[in-house]
């Protein structure tokens, strides 16, 4: 009955190489998000998409491509993988409109080699 | 553009004294504010936000506009207490855009 899940949990990898983290969420939501937790913690928001719709991109490298291929996935590809890119990704989703509750996902780390 | 800034990045405290997480923030609009919590091999998840005016398990949070603030409070701190604690801001119409601030782990010793 999880709500938001995440796979793979954790992933190492070579520099260079490229990867996928998936996201699906049984919530019924209709906005999914990206967010990047760097070493020092810090949580940034890489995209969102509200009903397969892409709504906010920051300012994320070409190498990141976030694909929904329906409203409750939310996948995240990253190609020619570096150093810099060792952190731990969460997906979220939430209502488009009202609370600001964001429901998260238990979080994928990646490490580059 | 919006920030959050979270001064303090760990927090010592023994069970049973008072807990103040601090948080300032910079907005040019009409703020809303929430505070997230992560204990330990969980996820990420609401505590409060500003607008209810709620009291979850024992904290609170007033937004102070005139310093821009939104400090987490609580009278007596509790080992369970224990978590990364992060300030949000929510910086579009829907509420739902969030920025956070670096987070704040706080400790509580027993």
């Known amino acids: 009955d999880t709500a938001v899940s995440q796979t793979p949990k954790y992933l190492v990898t070579q520099m260079g190489n490229d990867k996928s983290i998936k996201c699906e969420q049984n919530?019924?939501?209709?906005?999914m998000y990206w967010y990047k937790q760097d070493s020092k913690k810090f949580l940034k928001i890489m995209f969102s998409?509200?009903?397969?719709?892409?709504?906010i991109n920051e300012t994320v490298p070409n190498r990141f491509s976030p694909k929904s291929p329906d409203k409750a996935h939310l996948n995240l590809h990253i190609n020619s993988l570096e150093l810099g890119d060792s952190a731990v990704y969460f997906c979220?989703?939430?209502?488009?409109?009202?609370?600001?509750?964001?429901?998260f996902g238990e979080g994928s780390r990646l490490t580059v080699l | 553009a919006q920030r959050v800034t979270q001064p303090e990045k760990l927090l010592s405290v023994f069970k049973g004294a008072p807990v103040e997480l601090k948080c300032n923030y910079s907005?040019?609009?009409?703020?809303?504010l929430f505070w997230y919590v992560q204990y330990s091999r969980q996820r990420l998840q609401l505590l409060l936000r500003?607008?209810s005016r709620e009291s979850i398990k024992g904290f609170t949070a007033d937004l102070n506009k005139g310093e821009t603030s939104f400090h987490l409070k609580k009278p007596f701190a509790q080992e369970e207490d224990s978590a990364m604690y992060y300030c949000?801001?929510?910086?579009?119409?829907?509420?739902?855009?969030?920025?956070f601030g670096g987070g704040t782990r706080l400790m509580v010793k027993p």
């Open positions: 998409y509200n009903n397969k719709e892409l709504i």
């Open positions: 919530l019924g939501h209709d906005t």
């Open positions: 907005y040019s609009g009409s703020p809303e």
């Open positions: 500003h607008i």
């Open positions: 949000a801001l929510s910086y579009n119409n829907a509420g739902n855009m969030l920025t």
């Open positions: 979220a989703s939430s209502q488009p409109t009202g609370t600001g509750e964001l429901f």
